[in-house]
Every structure is written in C-alpha cells, then in structure tokens.
C-alpha cells in the first residue's frame, strides 16, 4: 500500500457550483431522507421529479467519469492491495466510509455513512478482493488458514467515543466547521489506513523474500493496530496476493544481481579508455533506473519494492 495522490474531482461530484452538481443534490437528499428517524432501517431512496420516492439507490458515484477519474488516480490499481485489475475487472468504486452502514458482522449498524456516498474524497478505486467479503486463504505464523475477509461494510475505530452518527449528516451541510471539527475527532480513532489521507502510509509495513506483509518494526501500539486491521480487514495477507508479491520480489532481485553485475563490469574498466568506461557506465545506470523504476507509483506492489530495494541499499552502507 502505497500514498495515493487526489485528484481533481469529477463535475459531477463537485459543490458550491450553479446549478447544483448531480452529487451534491443527491447528497442533499439523502440527509433529508435520513433525518426521519423511521428510515433510518432503509436504503435510501432518491426523490423522483413527481416528488415521490423512487426504488433508485445512490447511483451519482459510480458514474463512468467518477470510474475513470478514480481509475487514473490510481493507475488502474487497486489502492489497498496494489494489484493492477483493469485488465479482468472494471474495479470497485469503494466507499472508504461505508454509506449504507457500518460494522463487521450482521446486522450491520444503520444508517451509515450516507452524506459521503458522493463525496469525492471517500471514493477509491478497489479490487473485489480487498473490497467485498470472500472466502480467503491466508498466511498467518507460516500457518494457512481459510477466513472470511474484504472490508465491506468494515470502519473500525479504537473505540466508539467519537464515531460520527446520523446527526452528523444534517451538520455536514449547515454547519461544515462543526462538521469538521467531529470528523478530525473520528479521525484520531481510525483503525484503518487510507492511501489518500496517510502521507507516511509506507512506514506502517515491511515485506519479507516470500511477499508476507506484515507490521513494520517500530511503531507505536497505536500504529501497529492500525497496521495489523488494516492487513485484516483488506485481506492483504490472502494467499494468491501473497505469491503475485513473492513473484515481484524474485524480479526485483534479479534486477539487482544484473545492477551489481554492471557495476563491476565499471569497476573493472575503471582505467580504461574514456569510451570504455563511459559505455560501461550507460549500462550501469540503464540498470539501475530499470530497477527503480519498480518504485513507480503505477506499478504493481510498488510499496514492496521500495522497501525491497531500500532495505538493499541500506544493507549496502
């Protein structure tokens, strides 16, 4: 897992624009809908033209501009996992804070999230694996184990003492500072990483030769929790994940042997005709920027790789 960089938001999403975008209407009806009491049981349902509610759920988010924005963000990647998916799935459109409800088993606790299902900074773009439910095998203590994981309808805090409710709906639209004032509180409790909004996300894994990801060495409970949920809830130790980053570590090496092959081919021209050695160190440094270039945020468990070919260089010092 790896920081992902925001980008500009969708028209369609945007507010405080003339007209009203189709998000921040939809928005806006869904807090009224939700300030009776009586539905807060139900899915939401948007207010057709007639001014009766239709059976249509939220539906402003997954439009095919809010995909291909969130699929650009991420270069196509899922943006817990890091696994490129455009090539057999359209992706997941994930809504970090889950908008329908919230918990880890059923029933869920409802309603949820509801006045961020077309806010763009809760929209990812996510693999089915990491975003829904499935049956996983997964590495645990060099143990596999089959478990239920995905994050779903998941949003864990450290404790309950400042979870948004659904009054917070109603002060998201009236009151944005006193809106944001809760929101930073909820944040100090939150369990699970998010690329866009943790600008050290790197810091909280390490990757072992075999692809297992686990909790980096030094972190503060606080941040070890955060680590080991987040690894849980994505399902980020799933076996067939586990071995696509085993297969990268196996590349990434291979790589380093051909960098460490050129530079002693260099060393060993050192004295040689100035042709000699500027040649020998094109082809140094033609493998050392292939190498780095597993780094790049568009490609694949790039978060493995920086830590792969720092923990290299380190070693080399």
């Known amino acids: 897992m790896i920081k ?8 369609i999403l945007k507010t405080g624009l003339a007209p009203e975008s189709e998000g921040e209407w939809e928005s806006k009806d869904a807090i009224s809908f939700f300030s009776i ?18 059976k249509e759920s939220f539906n402003v988010y997954a439009n095919k501009e809010v995909r291909k924005q969130l699929k650009k963000m ?9 696994s490129k998916i455009t090539s057999i799935y359209n ?22 999230y509801y006045w961020l299902a077309s806010d763009w900074n809760n929209l ?43 009054s917070h709906g109603n002060l998201f639209s009236t ?6 004032i809760a929101f930073e509180l909820e ?33 503060n409970n606080f941040e070890e929790t955060k680590a080991t949920t987040s690894i849980r809830v994505y399902a ?19 790589q380093i042997r051909r960098v460490e092959e050129a530079m002693i081919n260099f060393n060993n021209h050192i004295e040689d005709s100035n042709e000699k050695v500027t040649w020998f160190e094109g082809i140094m440094r033609r493998e050392l920027n292939i190498l780095h270039q597993f780094k790049e945020s568009n490609r694949e468990y790039a978060g493995l790789a920086r830590f792969i070919i720092e923990q290299y260089f380190n070693d080399l010092t």
């Open 4 to 11: 992902v960089d925001r980008i500009e938001c969708p028209d």
């Open 236 to 254: 980020l130790q799933r076996i067939g994940l586990v071995q696509s980053r085993e297969e990268k570590v196996i590349q990434i090496k291979a």
């Open 187 to 219: 944040e100090t409790e939150r369990l699970l990483l998010k690329p866009c909004t943790d600008t050290e996300i790197e810091k909280y894994f390490e990757y072992d030769e075999n692809g297992i990801i686990r909790p980096s060495i030094g972190l």
């Open 91 to 112: 992706g997941d459109i994930e809504h970090f804070r889950p908008k329908g409800g919230y918990g880890e088993n059923n029933p869920i606790t409802k309603p949820g």
């Open 37 to 54: 009491v009586a539905n807060h049981q139900l899915q939401y349902k948007r207010m057709g033209a007639s001014g009766v509610r239709i």
């Open 124 to 166: 990812l773009f996510a693999c089915p694996f990491c975003n829904q439910t499935n049956t996983h095998e997964v590495m645990e203590n060099k143990t596999i184990s089959e478990v239920v994981q995905g994050k779903l309808n998941q949003f864990p805090l450290l404790t309950e003492t400042y979870r948004l409710n659904y």
């Open 175 to 180: 009151n944005p500072n006193n809106y944001k």
């Open 74 to 82: 991420s270069h196509g990647k899922c943006a817990y996992c890091e």
